[in-house]
């Protein structure tokens, strides 16, 4: 059975992408990659797909108007709370698409529209498949997205029989993150030992407590501040949440992604090990399930 592995964090830039790419390389080809960072995606600048496919998705909805038809009452503009509509003018911006005003518009002038959301992309990596998406500039429904991109991943790997299906999931704890973990096996949460990062752990780890979803952590950067590393360890501990493992700081992480590269392909045996390490734990981990 496909084991989904969600890579998250309580902020951008803590390592998130890194990370996942190198899991991707540890993988051995047995996985689906799928990128739900829709808002920001980046794993195709390590990963460097060959798109084979793409397919635009419509799930916005936004008000229009049939001018010949509208009476001028502002009925609608009087009605609707988000302030996107009145009499004369339709702010698509402001626009949820809840459909109130078609509803109530007594000479049915107003109708919704589907808006492209965004374009999903079928590709090809070094490492295998790849799922990832590009959201339309503007859009919101980026939870909604990532659904469709993490749906697509699986079909991806029940019908080419994959082993695992590592996800780069968004930064922070809003609804993409929330549709990136809902039912996967394990969330990877990775950390600065930083007091903003530390904070950002609790939250996330509150995320993934309230949909039950099992969570592990990984430091990076661990050795620039060993204090907070341990206040992070003795938190973890306190939670009864594993760490997978520490990440140390090195110059050839940033230049692993100039060269687009993981850094597994990279000239650095200690750091390799560190990657190693943490994928042997979260693979005891799953196995646990």
Request: hydrophobic residues 35%.
């Amino acid at each position: 059975m496909t084991k989904q592995i969600t890579v998250i964090s309580g902020k951008g830039g803590t390592g998130k992408t890194t990370v996942t790419s190198s899991l991707a390389f540890l993988a051995q080809e047995d996985v689906v990659m799928a990128d739900c960072d829709v808002d920001a995606p980046d794993l195709h600048l390590i990963l460097q797909p060959e798109n084979i496919g793409q397919e635009e998705i419509y799930i916005t909805k936004k008000v229009r108007r049939i001018e010949e038809k509208c009476i001028r009452c502002n009925l609608c503009g009087e009605k609707c709370r988000f302030g996107a509509i009145d009499a004369y003018n339709i702010n698509d911006f402001k626009c949820e698409g809840c459909g109130l005003c078609v509803q109530i518009c007594p000479e049915d002038a107003l109708y919704l529209e589907k808006i492209l959301t965004g374009t999903i992309y079928d590709a090809t990596t070094r490492f295998g498949p790849m799922i990832h998406a590009r959201m339309t500039i503007g859009e919101g429904n980026s939870g909604r997205l990532v659904d469709q991109v993490r749906k697509r991943a699986q079909k991806k790997a029940d019908t080419l029989e994959k082993q695992y299906i590592i996800v780069d999931g968004s930064p922070g704890i809003g609804c993409p993150v929330i549709a990136s973990i809902t039912g996967v096996d394990l969330a990877l949460i990775v950390v600065e030992p930083t007091l903003s990062g530390i904070h950002d752990l609790e939250r996330v780890l509150d995320v993934t407590k309230h949909f039950q979803v099992k969570a592990m952590v990984c430091i990076n950067k661990y050795d620039l501040n060993q204090e907070n590393t341990q206040k992070i360890e003795e938190y973890c501990k306190k939670e009864e949440i594993s760490v997978a493992g520490t990440i140390p700081f090195d110059p050839v992480v940033p230049q692993s992604i100039i060269a687009q590269k993981t850094i597994l392909e990279m000239d650095n045996e200690s750091l390799k090990d560190n990657l190693r390490e943490i994928w042997k734990n979260i693979q005891e981990q799953l196995n646990k399930h």
